[in-house]
């Protein structure tokens, strides 16, 4: 959907062969995400009401009340509708209601996969789900870009300027959902945000906390420079475009790295 909207954009007209051809597999994915998340939701259920899955039919009051179940069941119900509604869609602007439904069936688990004794609760919980946006934004648009957009080599320079666009956002909306998230941390480690300063010089959290903001500002210019160095020339084809999508999962993978080990430190 992203590739769409977004990669492939025409103003609201008429999509063209490969935005319909993304907004077709959109909708198949759309399907197994939907079975996915039920999926989820009944070994989830099984999981924290300790039953087997054969016999959850008997406590299924108990497993509509647990909240990480009610987040998978909202999802895949949200998938559904969005499978089914995007299948004939034709313009880019109805291709965009159907972002705005896979984003919104992004949130219910996001708001779920936190603890929910920790007093930055409110915090966590918003920046957990602007994280998962960006980098689902982020990662779909380089998928994006590697099925449809090399479809069209007069209209490839414009898709990668586009997804330049979409990865620099992503990145920076990492980032951010990333700081806000170790702010609250900090913030309840110290007893309240007047002390984040003081737990963040003198904690081994805020040490590499520090560390990886400056990792995460290098990586930032350098994937942002990388993608205007090898499109700036126009003619990004064979060995130059494989080159940008080599470059682009580099950074991927050291931002995700950075932030596992964040997440690691008691």
């Known amino acids: 959907m992203l590739a769409a909207v977004v990669l492939l954009r025409t103003d609201g007209g008429p999509l063209g062969v490969q935005g319909r051809r993304a907004v077709r597999d959109a909708s198949n994915s759309a399907i197994i995400w939907a079975i996915a998340s039920f999926t989820g939701a009944i070994l989830t259920a099984a999981v924290l009401l300790n039953t087997p899955v054969t016999l959850l039919r008997l406590r299924l009051d108990n497993a509509l009340g647990v909240p990480e179940v009610k987040g998978l069941l909202i999802t895949g119900i949200l998938v559904v509708a969005l499978a089914v509604g ?13 972002v705005l439904v896979a984003i919104t069936a992004l949130v219910p688990p996001a708001l779920t996969a936190f603890p929910r004794n920790e007093s930055y609760v409110v ?3 918003a920046a957990l789900v602007i994280h998962v946006i960006a980098a689902t934004s982020w990662v779909g648009g380089l998928a994006g870009l590697v099925r449809y957009g090399r479809a069209s080599r007069s209209g490839l320079p414009l898709v990668l300027e586009r997804f330049s666009q979409v990865a620099l956002a992503s990145s920076i909306a990492l980032l951010l959902s990333g700081l806000i998230s170790a702010a609250g941390r900090l913030a309840a480690k110290g007893g309240g945000f007047g002390a984040v300063l003081d737990v963040l010089t003198a904690d081994a959290y805020g040490a590499l906390l520090l560390a990886k903001t400056v990792a995460f500002v290098v990586l930032i210019i350098g994937g942002l420079l990388h993608r205007r160095h090898t499109i700036g020339d126009h003619e990004v084809s064979g060995p ?13 993978a050291v931002a995700l ?5 964040l997440s690691q430190v008691p």
């Open 86 to 98: 995007i299948r004939r869609v034709q313009t880019s602007s109805a291709a965009g209601l159907g």
């Open 123 to 125: 915090l966590a919980g």
């Open 240 to 252: 130059r475009f494989w080159q940008l999508v080599g470059g682009e999962l580099f950074i991927m």
């Open 257 to 261: 790295g950075l932030s596992v080990a």
